[in-house]
């Protein structure tokens, strides 16, 4: 599917920042206006279903896991001016 491509680049360098919920939001917006228009549909319920059924998760929901990956890995960085920095 032509979505998965494109949400690395929809996401590159998001883990950083933090994001409010209003842009969560949008990022889920284009996903799911990408399955409606994928499938014909106006019913946010069909959309859903159509994700789950695929597999396939929101932006909101992946945003979150890359989070926690980045912190995972910026907690572990040895960096003297990343330790600095953190207080």
Same mark, same amino acid.
């Given at each position: 599917?032509?979505?998965? @491509?494109?949400?690395?680049?929809?996401? &590159?360098? %998001?883990?950083?920042?933090?994001? /409010?919920? !209003?842009?969560?939001?949008? %990022? #889920?917006?284009?996903? *799911?206006? %990408? =399955?409606?228009?994928? =499938? @014909?549909? !106006? *019913?946010? #319920?069909?959309? @859903?279903?159509?994700?789950? &059924? =695929?597999?396939?998760?929101?932006? !909101?929901?992946?945003? !979150?896991? /890359?989070?926690?990956?980045?912190?995972?890995?910026?907690?572990?960085?040895? *960096?003297?001016?990343?330790?600095?920095?953190? &207080?």
């Amino acid at each position: 599917m032509a979505a998965n @491509k494109c949400i690395p680049i929809l996401l &590159y360098g %998001l883990e950083a920042p933090l994001l /409010l919920k !209003s842009h969560l939001s949008s %990022l #889920d917006f284009v996903i *799911n206006r %990408l =399955f409606m228009k994928l =499938f @014909k549909t !106006s *019913n946010i #319920d069909v959309v @859903k279903c159509c994700q789950d &059924y =695929f597999g396939f998760d929101l932006t !909101s929901v992946i945003w !979150s896991k /890359l989070v926690k990956k980045f912190e995972v890995k910026f907690n572990a960085c040895t *960096n003297l001016l990343r330790k600095i920095t953190a &207080y």
